[in-house]
């Protein structure tokens, strides 16, 4: 069963009927700060209903433990990328799930990640203010007040494979201020392509280490969600 990108008015290849699989598919294009980018929510096309329905936790969670794995579509792949940005600036498409590290050329390396659910997306410029390897997650005050499982790690918990920066976190900035907000690894690979954070933006472990080795601190990082507030410092 596979995954792949496809227009939602596109009829299904012959092929992707007989798959036992889904289609990712979207639906409307804008652009914006100079870079095209597809904005949509993103569904999938069942072939054996040729029904296109939403990309949930329970689908996510059933593909990942069959296959041990992300759809292909939320795979790294280097991409065609049309901007005026500089080669090394992050540009995130939190609709589509899509983070994109632009490259020479008129390319961009291209990461699925998993955005903030409803009512914690953002949209704004920030910039990379720090890395860290296996970093200890310590939960902002707003979170340990509403969450009783981060209430216990107010502290802080230790980096490891349970923690939920995962193997990397870069520390999102304005100016020299904290946004509290990271793009970082998770344990739970499942959820790539799901709204599931409270405003980070989180990749595969693999993923987020191969994006650390390429970035540079205080690169900068343009976060694109439509109908999401800016974010204050912005």
């Known amino acids: 069963m596979t995954y792949s990108l496809a ?3 596109a009829a299904p290849k012959s092929n992707d009927r007989r798959a036992a699989g889904l289609v990712v598919g979207t639906v409307l294009v804008m652009t914006a700060i100079g870079a095209t980018l597809a904005y ?3 569904q999938v096309f069942d072939p054996q209903t040729h029904k296109w329905v939403d990309y949930d936790k329970k689908k ?4 990942y433990a069959a296959h041990k794995e992300v759809p292909e579509a939320f795979r790294p792949q280097m991409v065609k990328f049309r901007t ?3 080669p090394g600036t992050i540009i995130i498409d ?5 983070l994109y590290l632009v490259q020479p050329g008129q390319q961009a390396m291209r990461y699925g990640i998993g955005v903030g659910r409803e009512g914690f997306g953002w949209a704004g410029i920030v910039r990379v203010g720090r890395m860290a390897e296996w970093p200890t997650w310590t939960p902002p005050a707003e979170m340990v007040a ?10 802080g918990m230790p980096g490891g494979p349970d923690n939920p920066l995962g193997a990397r976190a ?9 946004t509290i907000y990271r793009i970082h690894g998770t344990p739970e690979p499942w959820t790539i392509g799901l709204d599931v954070s409270s405003g980070c933006f989180r990749m595969r472990n693999d993923d987020v280490t191969d994006l650390a080795s390429r970035v540079s601190v205080g690169a900068k990082v343009i976060v694109l969600m ?5 974010y204050k410092g912005v």
């Open 60 to 63: 996510a969670r059933k593909y």
């Open 40 to 42: 949509a929510q993103t």
């Open 146 to 155: 509403r969450d009783p499982n981060a209430a216990k790690y107010a502290a």
């Open 170 to 178: 870069l520390y999102l900035y304005e100016g020299d201020q904290d």
């Open 94 to 98: 939190g609709n589509k799930h899509f």
């Open 226 to 230: 439509q109908g999401a507030a800016l």
């Open 84 to 86: 005026a940005e500089v």
């Open 7 to 9: 227009n939602r008015s």
